[in-house]
């Protein structure tokens, strides 16, 4: 019999199913979702239906599967926000009731068995956790990611996991929040076993009814299973005391302070080793709700939430196109253009590569090349699926094959002339409807549009290097863009697996104009004499993956010291470069970064071929024109005088709407500079800090520029007692 009751909350994101020999099938199936989650309603239902299976005579076994692709993905994390905002008392209230109801699946009076499809992550492996078997297909995936959002789980996945995989794996798997593969889950012990469904969870189904059968036939213990995870494990003092010192050496150096969630993480682990699983389960809680307040809980989950608002944006833009992208040209080969053309061929876009001398054909193939031998060596794609992505990527030296062309990105090199000149000839090659746009990290999208018969069908595309690795792209609407145009783009970009942002042209649009006032403090306090090593380990250290000397040597002392140029032209009042200026200098000397291995630091690589910087100290020398002064600032003073300038001229960003919201305002930062996430963005920053604090820092610098004033915007604010967010 199949539940039919129309009763609130149970039958929309759940059914139960009694099956002929008496075995029932719990099945997630959310009506008003593409994936099952557990939201409040699911968790009402789950639990609904538990209290009626107990209550069913005669019940053989309970299996529980999934109606969709995926299992479950975890709990609706938009909920989180206001449960956290009530405090440690209601968190706690959230956590036992969820909690109960897994106890309540635990403790039921005959087998329980999941079938897992796809991926369950968070909740939806705690809940499998608690089953008595786990049958997983080959495609699934399982984790705990609840650390990269601030938090540890709190359904009972530390202390599960613990006793069915043992200590070592439990602090593997939640403090990396990995996502694990099926074989990966039965070495561990996690995974009862795999099946090969091929596309079909039938396999599933029979393999987990089997299980069941094997029980009734005594032929397996289900009750010996589940007394593993009811009793403390057995371990001595000695053994949890080393092995947590061990598991806090490992996993926190570097990060600890970053991240408590980590810190939290092991602590409910091993607390809960010797302590009975109702007592563990309690100490799991006590952690979860603690973690859960810090402004680095809060800071990652709203990353999470805004994610999704950002991706929801882009699918909007995509849906907004009035025809689809299904060839695409990249104009410029080398290092940029090859990975334009490998990050789309790789999603299965055909792409022809242009370039104007064979040799940056070859140049881009070979970047392409080396980007899939890594994949094939990290077994991340088979060598099959490597010559499929190289096929895709058709180098040549003219334009034959654009008038097929729905898309085309330029990337040529970094001269409005030049580009121009390109974009121009482009034109009359392809068809009226084609989007043709530039990747261009700073050169205006009007401007360029000049050379165009079609301004309409123009954009700017930004990618960031290197494209494989950095997910932003900056979607710049020129004065006569079309929304076509954009949403073609944005469409491209999401086919590319890209995080698009879309961003109102102005000298070096949204990325670039607020990076730039970052580094005009860098070079203010360099010519005060400050030492440029002691800027990078403060930046570092307050969560920058590099100072800003550091980050401009992987930039290109050459390309910084352009775009210098650029930003000082367009905004001279508060951008204007200093006489002797370090990047000048250090271009002037050839030192350009790593491009050729000096810069602000030597460059050597290590053993596996990466480079590693050095202090050089003849950089000194090359610097000492820069150095007016020598003022003592203290470490928050170099701190507040390299992120001061980076939070005005965002706000300006916003009150000009460059860009749309603070969400994108602070994602672009994430995504496209690696800003610290657990600080959650730049915006998110100033409202966790405070902007009245933040403007009464500010008013110490005033005297140094424009770059240290407050917006008006931000005054208005602090007078209003709002926030950003």
């Known amino acids: 019999m199949t539940n039919q009751t129309n009763e609130p909350g149970f039958g929309v994101n759940l059914s139960v199913d009694i099956k002929e020999n008496n075995i029932a099938e719990l099945k997630f199936d959310a009506k008003n979702g593409s994936v099952n989650k557990f939201d409040q309603a699911t968790v009402r239902e789950f639990r609904e239906a538990l209290h009626m299976l107990a209550n069913t005579k005669d019940l053989r076994g309970l299996v529980l599967t999934s109606g969709k692709n995926t299992f479950i993905v975890g709990a609706d994390i938009t909920e989180f926000g206001v449960i956290f905002s009530q405090g440690e008392d209601k968190i706690v209230q959230f956590s036992k009731y969820q909690l109960e109801s897994f106890n309540m699946l635990e403790d039921l009076p005959f087998p329980t068995v999941v079938a897992i499809n796809g991926f369950a992550l968070g909740g939806g492996l705690e809940v499998s956790l608690a089953c008595d078997f786990r049958v997983l297909s080959e495609q699934a995936r399982i984790g705990l990611p609840e ?3 601030g938090i540890i789980p709190g359904w009972g996945g530390t202390v599960r996991l613990s006793r069915i995989a043992g200590l070592e794996t439990a602090v593997d798997w939640i403090c990396s929040g990995k996502h694990q593969k099926a074989d990966s889950a039965l070495k561990a012990g996690v995974a009862d076993a795999v099946v090969n469904i091929n596309g079909h969870n039938d396999g599933l189904w029979v393999k987990a009814t089997s299980y069941i059968e094997q029980c009734h036939a005594c032929e397996l213990d289900y009750q010996a299973k589940r007394s593993v995870k009811l009793q403390a494990l057995d371990v001595s003092e000695d053994q949890i005391t080393h092995g947590k010192s061990i598991a806090r050496s490992k996993v926190l150096q570097g990060r600890g302070a970053f991240y408590p969630a980590l810190a939290a993480a092991i602590d409910a682990i091993f607390e809960g080793a010797n302590k009975s699983r109702d007592e563990a389960l309690a100490a799991e809680i006590k952690h979860f709700a603690t973690v859960a307040t810090t402004d680095e809980a809060v800071a990652m989950v709203g990353n999470f939430i805004a994610d999704q608002e950002l991706a929801k944006k882009a699918r909007d833009w995509g849906k907004r196109a009035r025809k689809g992208n299904e060839n695409l040209a990249v104009l410029g080969a080398g290092i940029m253009g090859g990975g334009i053309a490998y990050t789309a061929a790789l999603k299965g876009t055909p792409v022809i590569m242009k370039d104007i001398n064979q040799a940056g054909i070859d140049l881009g193939l070979a970047e392409a090349n080396k980007l899939l031998s890594k994949r094939v060596k990290r077994g991340q794609i088979a060598a099959e699926k ?59 999208i009007t401007n360029l549009a000049e050379a ?20 932003l792209v900056e979607v710049i609407r020129g004065k006569k863009t079309s929304d076509e145009a954009i949403a073609r783009t944005v469409a491209l970009a999401n086919t590319m697996g890209k995080k698009a942002v879309v961003v109102n042209d102005c000298p070096g649009f949204l990325v670039n104009r607020v990076l730039f006032p970052y580094f005009a403090g ?87 071929g990466r480079l590693q910087k050095q202090y050089d100290e003849s950089v000194e020398t090359e610097l000492s024109p820069c150095r007016y002064t020598n003022t003592k600032p203290t470490d928050d003073d170099i ?14 960003c916003l009150e000009e709407g460059i860009v749309n919201s603070p969400v994108e ?60 967010y």
Request: with cysteine; proline share 5%; glycine share 8%.
């Open 147 to 149: 650390t990269q959002l």
């Open 386 to 444: 490597k010559a499929s992505v190289l096929n895709n990527i058709n180098g040549q030296l003219d334009y034959n094959g654009f008038k097929d062309t729905d898309i085309v990105v330029e990337a040529v090199v970094e001269n409005p002339k030049v580009k121009q000149i390109v974009l121009a000839e482009v034109e009359q090659e392809v068809r009226d409807d084609t989007i043709i746009t530039s990747n261009t990290s700073t050169i205006s």
């Open 452 to 471: 165009l018969t079609r301004p309409e069908n123009f954009c700017g595309m930004h990618f960031f290097n290197p494209v494989h690795a950095m997910p």
């Open 522 to 608: 860098f070079a203010k306090l360099l010519s005060e004499g400050v030492d440029f090593v002691r800027i990078d380990t403060l930046m570092e250290a307050w969560g920058w993956p590099m100072g800003p000397g550091y980050l401009a040597d992987v930039i290109g002392i050459d390309t910084m010291a352009h775009c210098e140029t650029v930003m000082a032209d367009g905004f001279p009042d508060r951008m204007a470069k200093l006489e002797n200026g370090p990047m000048d200098l250090l271009l002037k000397a050839d030192r350009l970064g790593q491009k050729n291995n000096k810069g602000f630091y030597a460059f050597k690589k290590d053993e596996s």
């Open 639 to 652: 701190v507040a005088r390299m992120m001061i300038p980076m939070v005005t001229e965002m706000a300006r």
């Open 665 to 724: 305002a602070d994602l672009s930062l994430l995504y496209g500079l690696g800003f610290p996430n657990f600080r959650g963005g730049v915006i998110r920053w100033v409202d966790t800090v405070g902007i009245k604090n933040i403007i009464a820092v500010a008013e110490k610098w005033h005297h140094l520029g424009e770059i240290y004033q407050p917006t008006e915007g931000m005054q208005a604010l602090a007078r209003s007692g709002e926030s950003y």
